[in-house]
C-alpha cells in the first residue's frame, strides 16, 4: 500500500515563503507524475503545479513566477517551494503522485493535505 505524507504547512504572513514537501512511502518501486494541488473552503480541489519522472513542469497561472515544483525521484519526493504568498494561497494542499508497486502499477494517490495559512 502507498501513502503520500505532505509536511511544512503553517501559518505565514503574506509575502512570506513556506516550503512543502511529500513523501511517498510503501512497497514502491517507480513513480510517474507528481504534483500539488489545493482547496480552499468551498471551492474545488484545484491544481496548483506538477511534475513528471523527467523532471518537465507545470503551474496554475496564479502561482507561475511565485512558485517552484520539484522532486527527488530517489526519496520518492515531491517539494514545492512557495514564495511571495497571498492570502488567496490559503488553502488545503493536497500532493498526487502516480506511483507502481509490484502488485499495481501506474495507480494514482493522494495525501491527506496540509493546511496553508496566509494573513494579510
Known amino acids: 500500500q502507498v501513502q503520500l505524507v505532505e509536511s511544512g504547512g503553517g501559518l505565514v504572513q503574506a509575502g512570506g515563503s513556506l516550503r512543502l514537501s511529500c513523501t511517498a512511502s510503501?512497497?514502491?518501486?517507480?513513480?510517474?507524475?507528481m504534483g500539488w494541488y489545493r482547496q480552499a473552503p468551498g471551492k474545488q480541489r484545484d491544481l496548483v503545479a506538477t511534475?513528471?519522472?523527467?523532471?518537465?513542469?507545470n503551474y496554475a497561472d496564479s502561482v507561475k513566477g511565485r512558485f517552484t515544483i520539484s522532486r527527488d525521484s530517489a526519496k520518492n519526493t515531491v517539494y514545492l517551494q512557495m514564495n511571495s504568498l497571498k492570502p488567496e494561497d490559503a488553502a488545503v494542499y493536497y500532493c498526487?503522485?502516480?506511483?507502481?508497486?509490484?502488485?499495481?502499477?501506474?495507480?494514482?494517490?493522494w495525501g491527506k493535505g496540509t493546511l496553508v495559512t496566509v494573513s494579510s
Open positions: 498526487r503522485a502516480v506511483a507502481s508497486t509490484w502488485s499495481k502499477y501506474g495507480m494514482d494517490y
Open positions: 510503501g512497497n514502491i518501486f517507480s513513480t510517474g507524475a
Open positions: 511534475i513528471t519522472s523527467g523532471g518537465s513542469t
